[in-house]
Structure formats: structure tokens, C-alpha cells
């Protein structure tokens, strides 16, 4: 018997005894720090803190289902009957809370903001397209800096001349449109919603830039050119109308804001925009796009150096920018990292893709509203009719100096029900406290906007002591329920009674669409000028009404925004032919 070779074999047996138990107790540890470890005391979901993957499967099989991500995330507060939850999202990562509470959202946008800023989630959800932009920044000097630079653009006087002037222009184009193709269309339903994200980008580029687009008015040349007898129908009844191709600036901008779509919905967004960038369609746009954004930066310029603004003033935001850059120039004689080449570069494209896709989604869903609520939409039509006179083309003076309450109503609740910007995300700046739970430094808090659209504010039963200070205090000023009616369209919720005068209450009811405090929507102001100029034009020269059902279903499709899959419209040939039991629309 060979002794030595036994002796061998076994060394070797247990050489790889040893080995296999090392691999097995480093997988062990990888495996136990790759599982969800829950924040004690917070809801979560028993099954996926069992798994690495957590509550991620859950969540794609909603969204691809549904194509919503935050309808999945209101359904965690509702199953746990609870405010506060959390989730967890990607392996070796800690847990995402979710708050889902209307003033404990208001508290941390308004008053604690020393303890939470701009989520790194945002960040790695926009650093890819606009990395030097103030969206994707924390609250540091260079964010106070860059949004410095760019406030004039919000002004009172800015909006009233510059910006209001472009949106009256734009809706002239835009009610000529509607019209032709309402001939076009006969007794057929048209598509909205490419009509009005080409106004919307006519809009925020005027304003912008003080140039054209020229997004609606080809279209407009187009269908002069086109007769009814050559409009073909799809096979749900509704009109094919040829549109005019997008100018490779806006395709570009429509592709670069479609690319977000997968960023968002990966578990690793870095990596997803790290796929994206070796893509020879996504190379091309992201380069024109550079290109372009720069070449209208130096026009710019050239013409503010060949120009003198002091006997004029400005024509467009660029101008209102450059100008505000060489003010704070003058004063310290050092040009400030916020006018640089490439933050100007990311914070125009932002001004620009920001003030068009939101707009125009909320402006989507609103068409489908309205047309759902004609009572609603004849007392604001109404309203108009006695504030303007009888007339479908008011002057912009009594737009800007008339006051009309149903108007702001109607703006409010479309903002409410369209649910265009689905949540807002925070990250916890130190260890802290929410809704009486401890909260480590560095945690990500998901803050639904739809949530507080569509629950009431006292939903989840919550202690009232849980409730941070700042909070408790500011309850003293009180925000009603919106009531049982809480889905339901009802622009009326913001009206009240002052005497024998109706006026607009902002504070009706819970509801934060555009976020608050100052990471809150920067545009907010230009958003609510733009959508209730448009809906002036629109109600005071078409009446909007019902479409067959199987063109006016409630699906969204969750990208940048949350767009409705269907938005179409009649044209007024639906009421000259009287085709009996079908909805019509009127000019």
C-alpha cells in the first residue's frame, strides 16, 4: 500500500474541503450584504427583504403591465396602511422610503432643508443628458449661483411682456390650426396632443430665444394645402391627417428626453446612460444637440455685445440671462463657474425641454377633462364670455389685467387630476426623524406627487405627536380635505364665496403638483401663465366634448412625464353633419 499517495490524495481532499468552504462563506457574505437590510420600525414588504432583488420584480411586472411607476409606489402606503414606508430597489443598497403624507411633504420642501436635499437619484437620472445643470445639483453655492443667473427670467415684468406675448402668439397659431383641421377632420376625431406639444415648443423657444421654431406654423402650411376628401380614417374612426416632420432640433430633443425612460425605470440608471452613450443614434443627438444648444448661446451673445439693452428692454431669456451675467461681472470682475460654456449649454436645454413636456402633457390631460366635464367647461367658458366680452380673440391686456377665478380653478385642478410630474425625491442630509421614525443619514425618500392628488391629507391614521415641530406649528393655518369627491374633476373645489364675489382659493385643498420650497418647480410661474392662456383661447373658440370611449381610455405612459396614451379631439364638421347620438364639437 502506497502510504504517501493516500497521504496526497487526502491533502488535496482537504485542500479543496478548505477552499470550497472559503468560496461558500465569502457567497454567504456577499448574499447577507446583498439582501434588503430594513430601517426598524418603518413598513415593508416581508417577501422582499428576503430576496436581493427586492421589491424591483414587483415593481416591473406593475410598470410593465401599467407603464406607471407611481401608482405602484401609492399602492405600498395603501397596503401597509401607513404614510411612511419602504422599499428596496437595488442590491448592496440601502432601503428608499417612501412618504406619502401631505404636510410632512410640504414640511420637508419648506422647512427642512437643512436636513433634506436633491435626491442622488435625480441626479443619476438627468447627469447623463444635462450633468451641468441645476437639476442634477445639491443645494451648493454653484446651484444659487446658476438659479441667480437665471431668475430674472421669472420676473412679474418678464412674464408680462416677453413671456405672455410669445403664448399669445402661439395660441393664434395654435386656434388656426385646430380649425383647419377640424375641416380637414369633418365628422371625425383628430389627435391633440402632437398639436399641442408643437405649440408648447413654439412657446418656450420664442421666449427663450426670441426666434421661431416654425412647429406649428408648417403644419399649418401644410394642411392650407390639403383637401377632406383626401383624409383617411384609422380603423377606430379617427382622422389621418399628415403632419409636418419635427426639425431635427425638436426630434432631437424629443429623443434625448425618451432616453430617460430607460434611465429611470433601471435599478442602475449610471449604467443605463453608460448603454445609451454607445449608441450611434444616441451619439448623433446628444452631439447635435451640443452643437446647437452652443451656436445659439454665441448668436446670443453677439448680439447683447452689438446691442445696447440699457435703451431697450430684453426680448427674450437668453438676453435677460446675459445681461444679469454681465451685471454681476461689473461688480466682481470674475466670471462666475455658472456662465461657462457647458452649464449654459445644460441649463438652456433644461429651460427648454422643462417648459415644453410639461406643459404639454398637463395640457393633453386637460383636453380629455374637459371634454369629460361639460358642465364645468361652460361656466368657465361662461366666466370668460363675461370677463373678456363677447369675443374669441381677447386683446393680451385684458388677459393680464382681468381676473378671471375660473380660470385659475380650472388651471389648478388640471394640474391636480394630470398627474404630469409623478414624485419628487429627497435624501435624508444627516441622521434625522419622519413621522416618528429614525431616519440614517444619506436615505433616499421618494415623495409621491400623485399621492396627496389623489388622498386626502389624513388618509393614513397618523399621531399627531409623530409629526416633526415645524409641522405641528404650521397645521395652526390648516388645509381642508378635498372631501369624499376627491377623483373626481371638479374645478368648482377651488371657488368660494367672498360676499357676492367668487374668488380663487389656492389653499382649497391638499395639492402640491409642481413640488415647493426652493428645489420646487422653477418655471411654476411661466406653467400656470401658459396653461391658462392657452385654456382661454381654447374654451373661448372650441367646445370640447366626449370622444368614443375606445379613443379616450385613461392609460398613461410614465416617462419625463406622464403623458395619456390617447388624446384626440372633434372637429366642428362633426356638427354640421348632426350625426345622430355622436358627441360633437363646436367653433
Known amino acids: 500500500m502506497d502510504?504517501?499517495?493516500?497521504?496526497?490524495?487526502f491533502g488535496n481532499l482537504q485542500s479543496t474541503t478548505i477552499s470550497s468552504l472559503i468560496i461558500a462563506v465569502v457567497l454567504s457574505f456577499v448574499y447577507y450584504k446583498a439582501l434588503p437590510k430594513p430601517i426598524p420600525g418603518i413598513p415593508y414588504n416581508k417577501d422582499s427583504a428576503k430576496r436581493i432583488s427586492g421589491d424591483l420584480p414587483d415593481l416591473i411586472k406593475h410598470m410593465v403591465k401599467t407603464r406607471e411607476r407611481q401608482t405602484w409606489f401609492n399602492a405600498q402606503n395603501v397596503k401597509h396602511n401607513s404614510p411612511i414606508v419602504q422599499i428596496f430597489l437595488r442590491?448592496?443598497?440601502?432601503?428608499?422610503?417612501l412618504l406619502n403624507d401631505f404636510r410632512e411633504a410640504e414640511d420637508i420642501f419648506t422647512r427642512r432643508t437643512r436636513e433634506f436635499d436633491r435626491s442622488t437619484m435625480t441626479t443619476l437620472m438627468f447627469e447623463g443628458i444635462i450633468p451641468h445643470s441645476t437639476i442634477v445639483?445639491?443645494?451648493?453655492?454653484?446651484?444659487r449661483e446658476q438659479r441667480k443667473l437665471w431668475a430674472g427670467t421669472m420676473t412679474t415684468d418678464f412674464l408680462n411682456t416677453v413671456a405672455a406675448r410669445a403664448i399669445y402668439q402661439g395660441c393664434e397659431d395654435f386656434v388656426e390650426l385646430w380649425r383647419l383641421k377640424a375641416t380637414l377632420a369633418g365628422d371625425?376625431?383628430?389627435q391633440a396632443n402632437k398639436d399641442l406639444r408643437n405649440l408648447t415648443m413654439d412657446v418656450i423657444w420664442r421666449i427663450t430665444l426670441g426666434s421661431e421654431t416654425g412647429a406649428l406654423g408648417n403644419q399649418i402650411s401644410i394642411l392650407r394645402s390639403l383637401k377632406p376628401w383626401y383624409v383617411q380614417r384609422d380603423e377606430l374612426g379617427a382622422a389621418i391627417i399628415q403632419e409636418a416632420p419635427m426639425n431635427e432640433l425638436t426630434s432631437t430633443l424629443e429623443y434625448l428626453l425618451s432616453t430617460l425612460d430607460a434611465a429611470m425605470n433601471s435599478p442602475f440608471p449610471k449604467l443605463q446612460h453608460f448603454i445609451d452613450f454607445t449608441k450611434p443614434a444616441y451619439k448623433r443627438a446628444s452631439k447635435h444637440k451640443q452643437n446647437v444648444m452652443a451656436s445659439l448661446i454665441k448668436e446670443s451673445r453677439a448680439k447683447f455685445a452689438a446691442e445696447d439693452l440699457a435703451d431697450r428692454k430684453p426680448t427674450s431669456a437668453m438676453e435677460v440671462v446675459l445681461s444679469r451675467e454681465a451685471t454681476a461681472f461689473e461688480k466682481t470682475h470674475v466670471a462666475s463657474a455658472a456662465s461657462s460654456q457647458q452649464s449654459m449649454i445644460d441649463e438652456l436645454f433644461l429651460f427648454i425641454a422643462a417648459g415644453h413636456e410639461t406643459t404639454a402633457t398637463t395640457l393633453s390631460w386637460g383636453v380629455k377633462f374637459l371634454a369629460r366635464n361639460r358642465s364645468g367647461q361652460s361656466e368657465a367658458r361662461a366666466a370668460l364670455q363675461k370677463a373678456y366680452g363677447n369675443t374669441t380673440t381677447p386683446s393680451l391686456a385684458q388677459i393680464l389685467n382681468t381676473s378671471v377665478p375660473h380660470l385659475d380653478a380650472l388651471a389648478h385642478e388640471m394640474l391636480r387630476n394630470s398627474r404630469t410630474a409623478g414624485a419628487v425625491a429627497r435624501i435624508s442630509l444627516s441622521d434625522t426623524q419622519l413621522m416618528g421614525h429614525f431616519i440614517p443619514k444619506g436615505t433616499q425618500?421618494?415623495?409621491?406627487?400623485?399621492?396627496?392628488?389623489?388622498?386626502?391629507?389624513q388618509s393614513f391614521e397618523v399621531d399627531e405627536k409623530t409629526r416633526s415641530a415645524t409641522s405641528q406649528h404650521a397645521a395652526k393655518k390648516g388645509i381642508d380635505d378635498w372631501g369624499d369627491d376627491v377623483e373626481a374633476f371638479k374645478p368648482e373645489r377651488w371657488l368660494v364665496q367672498d360676499g357676492d364675489q367668487t374668488?380663487?382659493?389656492?389653499?382649497?385643498?391638499?395639492?402640491?403638483?409642481?413640488?415647493?420650497g426652493p428645489r420646487g418647480c422653477?418655471?411654476?410661474?411661466?406653467?400656470?401663465?401658459?396653461?391658462?392662456?392657452?385654456?382661454a383661447f381654447m374654451l373661448l373658440n372650441f367646445e370640447l366634448l366626449p370622444v368614443e370611449q375606445e379613443l379616450d381610455s385613461d392609460n398613461a405612459n410614465e416617462i419625463v412625464s406622464r403623458q395619456p396614451v390617447q388624446c384626440f379631439t372633434y372637429g366642428d364638421g362633426q356638427l354640421r353633419s348632426g350625426r345622430p347620438g355622436a358627441p360633437k364639437s363646436e367653433m
Open 3 to 9: 502510504f504517501s499517495a493516500i497521504a496526497t490524495r
Open 91 to 97: 442590491p448592496f443598497s440601502s432601503p428608499v422610503v
Open 137 to 143: 445639483m445639491p443645494s451648493h453655492d454653484l446651484f
Open 188 to 190: 371625425a376625431p383628430f
Open 445 to 457: 425618500v421618494i415623495v409621491p406627487l400623485v399621492g396627496w392628488s389623489h388622498i386626502n391629507a
Open 503 to 516: 374668488v380663487f382659493n389656492a389653499n382649497a385643498g391638499p395639492s402640491m403638483p409642481m413640488s415647493a
Open 522 to 535: 422653477f418655471g411654476k410661474r411661466l406653467a400656470l401663465m401658459e396653461l391658462k392662456l392657452i385654456l
